[in-house]
């Protein structure tokens, strides 16, 4: 159980649910697994650890056959061994996964990497990589029999439950607090979801609004939150299989991910995880954890040596930062995130916004890849990076897409010039470096 503070009861849900009365488990593939003290649990169990209090999070125990993750996957559902689903008549799906990995040969010279390619996220169906995420919790949602879905977010998420959720025919409510943008709250919006807009600048307060309100009219929380809700985060460990498939099994040295509250990096972590178990790799890549200056509360954890449970007694006060979708007070996911780096030998970094802007304005004009300002901070951390990891060959996760924030980049181009249909009138504004 975890300790109350300011912000958060302690923790007592169960990682099955109730329906009529009688506890439904509908996967049984799957044990609850503690990265804190090592202990396993059967899934109906709470969520918290009895032995150290920190929350468990899903494992799957019944592992497929090796050679289906060596095969080109059409979504993140070919790899439905791997994921906490009953029956195949349950999956939610808008062909999430299966995004591109692109090279970035020009990159890689410029920080001095012998390699550098990015994994695409942005190709998901609602431009970002929390489609995966919510097209599991949508599908377990929807395998237990939920009516409404709720969620917290500044955004993606947002867009993603609204999204899979009309796909479902489920309702949707969405808790979008101060760091969402009027974009992405359009775009959740747009999908028939009702939006509260939450007066609050803190994640975790709005989390606790939404999971009162959860509990109040019977809605399924599918917050991508694993301390919360484990099943919600399982999606992001696709990335680790698909990455695995698109190295064609020889892993880049350094993955590289953006962390508000650590679920895609602590997911991305426990995917390979998964391939270490099925013998695939001897080991996971080395990972990096990119936060915004303005809000780097797993930066300061592990500069501090702190515990999971010791980060939420200090949320990070007044989060502050263009990069509203990783602006997360606590580290929701940092049970599995602060194991994922420690473990891995990684580092956690935190970028100014400046640089966040530059490496968005960067990443559009030199590799032709136009990303929102939250994965921006992977190329603003690049050079720092390369301090330590000159030489090697690296993977940067860009996890949504540069569309959702046009407002943004309105105010940061010139207005074209107006001209007359002559050619002479062309030939006067057009720079010299294209004639």
Known sequence: MFPPTRHHAPV?????????????????????????????????????????????????????????????PGSMWHYIDLLPVASPEHVVTL???????????????????SELRFKNEMANPTGSFKDRQIAAAVTHARALGARTVAAV???????????????????AVL????????????????????????DSPSPSRVFSLCIEACARWGWRHVSTAGMYEPFNVEGAKTIAYELYQQYEGRLPDWVVVPVGGGGLLGGVWRGFLDLQRLGLIEAPPRLAGIQAAGCAPLVRALERGLSFLDTLREPWPNPHTIAGGI????????????????????????????????????LAREVGLLCELTSAVVIAALPRLAEKASGARVCAVLTGSGVKEIGTLRDQTFAPPLVAPDIDAVRAVLPESVL
């Not at 059967?42 to 969520?47: K, W």
């Not at 995130?337 to 935190?350: E, F, N, Q, S, V």
């Open 12 to 72: 007592q849900c169960r990682a099955a649910s109730w329906q009529n009365g009688a506890m439904f488990s509908p996967v049984s593939h799957f044990d609850l697994f503690c990265y804190g003290c090592g202990g396993a649990a059967d899934l109906e169990d709470a969520i918290s650890c009895a032995r150290c209090g920190e929350p468990r999070s899903l494992r799957v125990h019944t592992l497929p056959a090796v050679e289906h993750l060596k095969t080109r």
């Open 95 to 113: 062909g999430e996964g299966a995004t591109p990995l692109v090279d970035a040969l020009q990159f890689a010279r410029r920080f001095g990497f």
């Open 153 to 171: 977010s500044s955004g993606n998420v947002a867009a993603a439950t609204a999204a899979y959720a009309a796909r479902a025919g489920l309702n």
């Open 175 to 198: 808790f979008m607090h101060g760091h969402a943008g009027q974009g992405k709250i359009a775009q959740a919006a747009a999908y028939g979801a009702t939006v509260v807009r939450v």
């Open 327 to 362: 602006a997360d007070d606590i580290l929701f996911d940092g049970h599995t995130a602060l194991p994922a780096l420690r473990m891995t030998d990684g580092m956690a970094l935190a970028v100014e916004d400046g640089a966040i802007e530059e490496g968005r304005r960067l």
